[in-house]
């Protein structure tokens, strides 16, 4: 069994009240850090730590903390992505439900050091029954001492708040994001300025996942060095995967990093096999936006090595033979699966997502999404195989945000795996639109 | 006879109104425009469930922007309404990780008990609006259908189905909003 370091209370009755989460040794590391340790010196653990963020880029959070800007006399801001939109993606929302102490010491523990005086859990809309979890929870927090003025005597003061979001993918990445927190459509910035020197308001900012705030208590309490001997290598600590697709057990399960995808699948701790005993075809490991991978190349990398769940291993080979971690959103395809419906239906996804702003985007996804209908649906021609890979190579690396890179990648990773699928299609419309029908072929491996 | 009164600015009720100047709180003085997504969530449950072009009007006087600037808003998230809607707003997850599960089936179903279409009026009883929307991060319990503050998970066999729409069906008043404890303004008690 591997340890459970955010959830390994998430099961105790009561554990979303104060008292309760308190008896559990709740909110210890924001005593431990107030009482006894400077700002710097909680950053300095969590660069220790090792720990890389939980919201997809999986950029060091000790780092990324070391580059705010700290004028004198100007406030800052932490700002907690919560918005969650990515899909295959359900994590956050989980631990924020069952757990909204958890987060809300992290907030408390993480604003203070990054001295950050107010701070913002901007939350996706869809979840205004979580944002009344967390509000309670912040209530019971600030009528406990450990939010408002002077916190247990140490002189430091925070506000905490919870804002909702109002139904817009785009609002996870971080500048459309606080364009939304200010009120305004979620358009993303031109980065530079990048968010740690002109973030909310103008203002320095911090923008951190759910999960990535979370494990900072952890962090603050056993220290980063102890943080950093579970996993491997560079892929350090716990990482909450939430499965879905056709799986025996979906759900979230909270792993130490280098656990083998093939018993994270299989094994009866977590996944528990593919249902209804079919053979699993492909799977979408980190949510929908990396590239899609046939069943032999994610539980084996190219050289025959066990794939493990961590960030290099999953990236092992680029994105040739490889994919990324992401956000831990992993989706499983049975042998049943039509690659061709499955992509063109997450191009539908990022066209309606796209914010507009830039031309390669919002015309390529739509393009991408009108193309892979006309094939799934048994009017695609020979070219168009050639044309959808063209159109997203065309949109990678010509926009504002990543979010057209991320409608790419899922669309050349399909092709190149599995390209004999499309042309099946396309060769045989009548065959491979009849309900149920399964492409007879084989994937292929590069 | 024609109507000689002119027709009736909506106006939010005390307890909503109690609640925004909470929600203001939350932001710098002169940054009251950051209110906007929680004022507009709060005009939507408080007008019918969704926002009329005066109601968003009314959005703009109490957070002092421009009506325009609440129209831009309004229009770019999926989750406010522009039209009138049912008593229910079904918003049926149709995003990859639901369709693998059976959202599409679970669509078509839907249409057919209630009569109404996606994306259409409300079913002919006024009861349900259906909507397609994308992710609702709740995957791995797919299909999944949100209404209002209430996912309905695992929608995949007749009873579960069947149970969602009963429980609906036999809603007399939706559920209060806890800005609301104190007991339902009059403007949405049939709602
Ligand atoms: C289109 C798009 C959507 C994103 N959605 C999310 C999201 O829902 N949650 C999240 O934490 N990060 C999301 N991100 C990543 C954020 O921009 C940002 O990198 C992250 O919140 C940083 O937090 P971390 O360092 O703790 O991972 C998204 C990025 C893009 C480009
Ligand atoms: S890449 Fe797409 S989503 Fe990102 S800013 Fe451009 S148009 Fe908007
Ligand atoms: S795909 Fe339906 S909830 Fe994520």
Partial sequence: MGRKLLTEHINVEGIDTFEVYRKHGGYRSVEKALKTMTPDEVVEEVKKSGLRGRGGAGFPTGMKWSFLAKPEGVPRYLVCNADESEPGTFKDRQLMSKLPHLLIEGMITSSYALGANTSYIYIRGELLYVLRILEKAIAEAYAAGFLGKNILGSGYDLDLYVHPGGGAYICGEETALLESLEGKRGNPRNKPPFPAVQGLYARPTVVNNVESIAAVPVIVNDGGDEYAKIGVGRSTGTKLISACGHLNKPGIYEIELGVPVEEFIYSDEYCGGIWKGRDLKAVVAGGSSVPILPKELILKTAAGEPRLMTYESLSDGGFVTGTMLGSGGFIAMDETTCIVRNTWNFSRFYHHESCGQCSPCREGTGWLEKILHRIEHGHGTERDIDVLASVAKQIEGNTICPLGEAAAWPVSAAIRHFRDEFEWHIRNPQEATRPGAVYPGKAVLV | ?191
């Fill in chain 2, 1 to 191: 006879m024609e109507s000689t009164t002119a027709p009736v600015k909506p106006q939010f009720s005390e307890a909503a109104k109690a609640e925004i100047d909470r929600i203001c709180k939350q932001y710098p003085e002169e940054r009251r425009k950051s209110a906007m997504l929680p004022v507009l969530h709060i005009a939507q449950a408080e007008f019918g469930g969704w926002v009329a072009p005066e109601v968003q009007d009314l959005v703009a006087e109490v957070l002092g922007v421009k009506p325009i600037e609440v129209y831009e808003v309004s229009t770019f998230y999926t989750m406010f309404n522009l039209k009138p809607v049912g008593k229910h707003v079904l918003e049926i997850c149709r995003t990859g990780p639901c369709q693998l599960r059976g959202s599409d089936e679970l669509t078509l179903e839907l249409e057919r008990i209630t009569g109404a279409k996606v994306g259409g009026e409300p079913s002919a009883d006024g009861l349900f609006t259906l909507k397609e929307v994308e992710c609702l991060a709740a995957c791995g319990f797919a299909p999944v259908v949100q209404v209002r503050e209430k996912y309905y998970e695992q929608l995949d066999t007749e009873e579960s189905v069947n149970a969602m729409l009963s429980e609906l069906r036999n809603m007399v008043h939706r559920p209060a909003l806890p800005w609301e404890e104190k007991g339902l303004p009059n403007a949405v008690a049939n709602n």
